[in-house]
């Protein structure tokens, strides 16, 4: 369980890492109303059983391992839990939500500010994650 989180964890660090270095980016280089059609077509897509299996099974597997009694698991857990599903959920989804709402170039200027940030934190905390598991596989 514990390696399975790590690779977990790992898979979605490099998600998170690729937004960051690669499609908002891109995204913020396009024209605000292609940038923010493309986000609007992102966040639909994303709700999908790869993703989504992946994304809150991690978490699942996370914790059963952290239930292994390992220290650096328990660390693990706790990382990819805050910095993958309690960040997405409680400051990702409400302005992937206000964005569809909205969809103005005042409001994408706004999101890219406090979006993008964040997700940095995802992806770093989800790296961290997967090196606690691996730590833990090692013990």
């Not at 890492?17 to 908002?24: Q, W």
């Not at 597997?61 to 693990?76: I, L, R, S, Y």
């Not at 569809?100 to 994408?108: I, K, N, S, V």
């Not at 890219?112 to 770093?124: K, S, T």
């Amino acid at each position: 369980m514990t390696i399975i989180a790590a690779l977990g964890c790992g898979m979605m660090a490099g998600v998170f890492f690729a937004f960051s270095a690669m499609v908002m980016p891109g995204l913020r280089r396009a024209e605000p109303a292609v940038g923010v059609a493309a986000m609007r077509a992102i966040n639909l897509a994303v709700v999908n059983p790869a993703f989504i299996g992946v994304f809150v099974g991690t978490a699942v597997v996370g914790v059963v391992a952290a239930f292994e009694g390992d220290p650096w698991a328990w660390a693990g857990a706790a990382l990819y839990v805050l910095g993958g599903i309690v960040l997405t959920g409680a400051f990702h989804i409400p302005r992937n939500n206000e964005l569809e709402r909205l969809g103005t170039t005042e409001y994408w200027t706004r999101y890219l500010r406090e979006w993008v940030p964040a997700n940095h934190l995802r992806a770093l905390l989800s790296l961290a994650a997967a090196a606690s598991f691996t730590l833990a596989a090692l013990d």
